[in-house]
């Protein structure tokens, strides 16, 4: 018998939070669909592993109800035990195939299927279309990621030298570890400068942030079949769907690129952008969002308005202490770049929904707050100055900077007087670093933060946190024994575990 290799080497426990059913909910609705209210939807994730990315929406919507399949049994068991610990019944893992799906599983209102349809046999990937098709309600959204060229061309060159050192070795630590050692061999050794040495060299550097988990399966799986993104497309249009969108609108538009690129994407089709976008970003990787081929999408984002959602940056910039009123640009820097400020106006919006992170906010809160923040002199005036603030955000959102929904996730901006974190993320603490935030990112938190974590169960204050954690206190932790400096100690960790978006209202 065949060991799963995701029994072997299970899979990094990954929440995807571009990927979350509010993304979906949000980009049907702005692409003029209805589809069905994220709090109360059914949800269905297909290789769903160890569970990390449905078990905190189970929490996150207890009228909704969510089904993950997987064929792993020890990454089944993995989640099942979670979901029992953290008290969820609203989620469901079932180990099987996905082949195994058919009507009498029912309709859903969303289709995950993350890293799975390039790393299977066709007729899987196939098979993932087709429960697509006939398991989705008709207002449904499915999110499919993949593999691309041509970005996943220079990746080859790199796994096929790694599959050929590691060709006849079975165990997959093995694997992994002579895995990494050929492509640091290669690059060392490869004549510097030429074509094959600088894609060795970009690889390398990821290769050397990859956890084995990513490596054994990404990498060196038998099965890794890229396609290009039209190609994609046409097979989504073969099982009865259609392409809807990316998880990502910024990513489907050509606004970051050059002018010239931006003059020869005019006028082209949504799929000719998207295809040559990716030939110009050497892109290797796409998130898309399928819908039933029979929905009329409505492209002309005539009725799309920012003012109808709740709104937030899609990461918490520096600095938060700029002179709005000087005539030097502030530079924001993002996780995904930098946006320059050379307005009042924009310096203080920009300052308006710092002070907001990680919570979402109206766009009647946030145009307060603005007018609150800048002097007489600066203000907008009443006539157009909701127009204008509208127009700043717009930009914002079309270059990836904010992020809009309908139902945002309920993060608390400030500690309370007793902090509370979500049982699963305290269930999370007990056993592993890797956290799953309120707005659904994977981040990884040292072992006093997660012995600050474990006890935000909203019943105690931070003197209790702090005389807890002191009562377990051993030498070998490194963490103060007094009074005062362990509480100034807990003070801190509540303030960053805020800002990760890891306590809840
Ligand atoms: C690369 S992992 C991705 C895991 C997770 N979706 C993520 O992105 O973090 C692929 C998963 O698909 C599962 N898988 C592969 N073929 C499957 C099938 N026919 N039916 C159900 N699950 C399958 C594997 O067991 C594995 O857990």
Same mark, same amino acid.
């Given at each position: 018998?065949?060991?799963?290799?995701?029994?072997?080497?299970?899979?990094?426990?990954?929440?995807?939070?571009?990927?979350?059913?509010?993304?979906?909910?949000?980009?049907?609705?702005?692409?003029? /669909?209805?589809?069905?209210?994220?709090?109360?939807?059914?949800?269905?994730?297909?290789?769903?592993?160890?569970?990390?990315?449905?078990?905190?929406?189970?929490?996150?919507?207890?009228?909704?109800?969510?089904?993950?399949?997987?064929?792993?049994?020890?990454?089944?068991?993995?989640?099942?035990?979670?979901?029992?610990?953290?008290?969820?019944?609203?989620?469901?893992?079932?180990?099987?195939?996905?082949?195994?799906?058919?009507?009498?599983?029912?309709?859903?209102?969303?289709?995950?299927?993350?890293?799975?349809?390039?790393?299977?046999?066709?007729?899987?990937?196939?098979?993932?279309?087709?429960?697509?098709?006939?398991?989705?309600?008709?207002?449904?959204? %499915?999110?499919?990621?993949?593999?691309?060229?041509?970005?996943?061309?220079?990746?080859?060159?790199?796994?096929?030298?790694?599959?050929?050192?590691?060709?006849?070795?079975?165990?997959?630590?093995?694997?992994?570890?002579?895995?990494?050692?050929?492509?640091?061999?290669?690059?060392?050794?490869?004549?510097?400068?030429?074509?094959?040495?600088?894609?060795?060299?970009?690889?390398?550097?990821?290769?050397?942030?990859?956890?084995?988990?990513?490596?054994?399966?990404?990498?060196?799986?038998?099965?890794?079949?890229?396609?290009?993104?039209?190609?994609?497309?046409?097979?989504?249009?073969?099982?009865?769907?259609?392409?809807?969108?990316?998880?990502?609108?910024?990513?489907?538009?050509?606004?970051?690129?050059?002018?010239?690129?931006?003059?020869?994407?005019?006028?082209?089709?949504?799929?000719?952008?998207?295809?040559?976008?990716?030939?110009?970003?050497?892109?290797?990787?796409?998130?898309?969002?399928?819908?039933?081929? *029979?929905?009329? @999408?409505?492209?002309?984002?005539?009725?799309?308005?920012?003012?109808?959602?709740?709104?937030?940056? =899609?990461?918490?910039?520096?600095?938060?202490?700029?002179?709005?009123?000087?005539?030097?640009?502030?530079?924001?820097?993002?996780?995904?770049?930098?946006?320059?400020?050379? =307005?009042?106006?924009?310096?203080? @919006? /920009?300052?308006?929904?710092?002070?907001?992170?990680?919570?979402?906010?109206?766009?009647?809160?946030?145009?307060? %707050?603005?007018?609150?923040?800048?002097?007489?002199?600066?203000?907008?005036?009443?006539?157009?100055?909701?127009?204008?603030?509208?127009?700043?955000?717009?930009?914002?959102?079309?270059?990836?900077?904010?992020?809009?929904?309908?139902?945002?996730?309920?993060?608390?901006?400030?500690?309370?007087?007793?902090?509370?974190?979500?049982?699963?993320?305290?269930?999370?603490?007990?056993?592993?670093?890797? @956290? =799953?935030?309120?707005?659904?990112?994977?981040?990884?938190?040292?072992?006093?933060?997660?012995?600050?974590?474990?006890?935000?169960?909203?019943?105690?204050?931070?003197?209790? @946190?702090?005389?807890?954690?002191?009562?377990?206190?051993?030498?070998?932790?490194?963490?103060?024994?007094?009074?005062?400096?362990?509480?100034?100690?807990?003070?801190?960790?509540?303030?960053?575990?805020?800002?990760?978006?890891?306590?809840? *209202?």
């Amino acid at each position: 018998m065949t060991i799963n290799p995701y029994d072997q080497i299970p899979y990094p426990k990954y929440a995807h939070c571009e990927s979350h059913p509010r993304v979906l909910e949000f980009m049907a609705t702005m692409f003029g /669909m209805q589809p069905c209210a994220i709090n109360r939807a059914r949800v269905l994730e297909l290789g769903c592993a160890s569970g990390t990315n449905l078990l905190p929406m189970a929490q996150e919507f207890p009228d909704g109800s969510f089904i993950g399949i997987d064929l792993s049994e020890k990454q089944i068991a993995a989640a099942q035990s979670m979901a029992a610990e953290a008290s969820l019944d609203n989620v469901e893992f079932v180990e099987g195939s996905l082949h195994d799906i058919d009507d009498s599983w029912g309709h859903f209102d969303y289709i995950l299927c993350h890293g799975v349809y390039s790393w299977v046999p066709a007729e899987t990937a196939n098979e993932i279309l087709a429960v697509c098709r006939r398991n989705l309600t008709p207002q449904g959204v %499915a999110m499919v990621s993949y593999n691309v060229y041509p970005g996943w061309h220079f990746r080859t060159i790199v796994r096929d030298m790694m599959l050929y050192h590691v060709r006849g070795i079975e165990d997959p630590n093995e694997r992994v570890k002579k895995a990494r050692g050929i492509a640091h061999f290669l690059t060392e050794n490869v004549p510097a400068g030429s074509a094959v040495h600088a894609v060795l060299e970009e690889q390398c550097g990821l290769i050397d942030k990859a956890e084995d988990g990513y490596l054994v399966h990404d990498q060196l799986e038998l099965h890794n079949h890229p396609l290009y993104f039209r190609e994609f497309v046409q097979h989504a249009e073969s099982a009865g769907l259609q392409y809807l969108s990316e998880v990502n609108f910024a990513a489907m538009l050509a606004s970051g690129t050059p002018p010239a690129v931006q003059r020869a994407m005019a006028g082209r089709s949504l799929i000719e952008v998207g295809q040559y976008l990716d030939f110009f970003q050497n892109r290797s990787f796409r998130k898309s969002l399928l819908c039933q081929s *029979e929905i009329v @999408i409505d492209r002309s984002l005539r009725s799309f308005s920012l003012d109808q959602f709740s709104l937030v940056l =899609t990461g918490q910039p520096e600095p938060l202490d700029v002179d709005l009123l000087s005539s030097d640009a502030a530079r924001f820097q993002m996780p995904k770049g930098g946006v320059s400020a050379g =307005t009042p106006l924009l310096k203080a @919006i /920009m300052v308006c929904l710092s002070e907001f992170w990680p919570q979402s906010t109206s766009f009647d809160d946030v145009y307060e %707050a603005v007018l609150k923040k800048l002097p007489d002199s600066c203000r907008p005036n009443k006539d157009d100055g909701r127009e204008k603030v509208l127009q700043l955000l717009d930009t914002l959102f079309r270059t990836g900077f904010l992020d809009a929904a309908l139902h945002p996730p309920r993060v608390a901006r400030m500690p309370s007087d007793k902090p509370l974190a979500s049982l699963l993320a305290r269930t999370q603490a007990r056993y592993d670093s890797s @956290i =799953t935030t309120c707005r659904h990112e994977s981040i990884q938190i040292s072992k006093l933060e997660r012995q600050v974590l474990m006890q935000l169960n909203g019943q105690s204050d931070q003197s209790a @946190i702090a005389e807890s954690l002191q009562r377990g206190v051993s030498p070998d932790d490194g963490l103060p024994s007094d009074e005062i400096s362990m509480q100034q100690l807990v003070t801190t960790t509540l303030e960053k575990l805020g800002q990760w978006a890891l306590l809840v *209202e």
